[in-house]
């Protein structure tokens, strides 16, 4: 029997290290796996992260109600009046307040503050109400009528700025601050119906400490009252787009009170009649008359003083 020669066959120590070449490349391929592996785990990861934060986002800027918008018919975080249509039922019966008696004990006329009484620019109230202030609803409730009339006839301009300084009292639901953002919705999609709205929330106001209206509750009076565009409107209710605004209207508020000397709102109603806050009795529309028409005729003397010249002296002959 013939064998192989040793030339021909590899030396032990050659098979060894063959071996050994070939168990690193193996390792190698497998290191090389793994890298991958965790590449590509760091990365699904990476996005997964993304995801979940890009969740978060929305979620807070969805329950922020969106922090940035701010409602287009706003001016000094108020909304001037342009209709009052719809405020006032037909027979009148929202104002309760009795004038005030004469001394003959027969009922005193309520004045107004027309241009015959000297006034030559329509008076400017100025109305910081939060929907959830009783002390709101009363001298709405009692001054309502005449602020139509004056409105109407244009002896006076009317802005109302919803604040939300009763928030923690209506059982966690926040229906003060819901309140005032949903007024700034009408303002902003129906602003013709905003006075009938504003109307409607103080005359129909909830009980302190009740939940309130619900915002579809509060969409749903928007529609009745005829808005314009209901479902724009309710979805500015229901999406609560303008939350962040009304609470930062309502620090600006207690911080200062543009246009005053001074001023800072401490509470609802504050009524202000030519940058001076009235002082009187929230129930009583004829004390409420008579300090308009006071605060008219003080900045028609007053305008005309400054418009008057400085009479010149004639020397002496």
């Not at 590899?10 to 390792?27: C, G, I, M, S, T």
């Not at 009795?98 to 009484?117: D, F, K, L, Q, R």
């Not at 929330?201 to 579809?216: T, V």
Request: proline letters at 7%; charged letters at 20%.
């Amino acid at each position: 029997m013939s064998h192989d020669s040793g030339e021909n066959a590899p030396a032990a120590p050659d098979r060894r290290e063959a071996v050994r070449e070939k168990a690193q490349l193996v390792h190698v391929r497998q290191s090389r796996a793994r890298v991958a592996r965790r590449v590509g785990l760091s990365v699904l990861a990476a996005g997964a992260v993304a995801a979940v934060a890009a969740v978060v986002v929305w979620s807070v800027m969805s329950t922020m109600g969106g922090r940035d918008l701010a409602p287009r018919t706003v001016t000094a975080d108020g909304f001037a009046i342009t209709s009052v249509t719809g405020a006032v039922p037909e027979s009148g019966a929202v104002m309760d307040a009795a004038p005030s008696p004469t001394t003959e004990g027969t009922a005193a006329p309520t004045p107004e503050p027309t241009e015959t009484e000297g006034a030559s620019a329509p008076v400017d109230i100025r109305v910081y109400v939060d929907y959830l202030s009783p002390g709101a609803r009363e001298w709405h409730v009692a001054n309502v009528e005449q602020l139509t009339t004056w409105v109407d006839e244009g002896a006076a301009t009317l802005s109302y700025h919803p604040v939300s300084m009763l928030t923690a009292k209506s059982n966690g639901t926040k229906y003060s601050l819901r309140a005032a953002a949903a007024s700034a919705c009408v303002a902003t999609h129906a602003l013709d119906v905003f006075f009938a709205y504003n109307s409607e929330l103080l005359s129909r106001q909830p009980a302190i400490d009740s939940d309130g209206f619900s915002d579809d509750e509060l969409a749903d009076i928007a529609q009745a009252i005829g808005a314009a565009d209901p479902k724009k409107v309710r979805s500015c209710i229901e999406d609560g787009d303008f939350v962040e605004w009304a609470k930062d209207a309502t620090e600006r508020a207690i911080e200062s009170i543009p246009d005053t000397d001074g001023l800072a709102l401490t509470g609802t109603p504050m009524i202000l009649v030519n940058g001076q806050p009235y002082m009187g009795a929230l129930t009583d529309a004829a004390e409420f008359s008579q300090f308009v028409l006071t605060n008219a005729s003080d900045a028609f003397y007053k305008e005309q003083a400054e418009q008057s010249p400085t009479p010149t002296v004639t020397p002496t002959p």
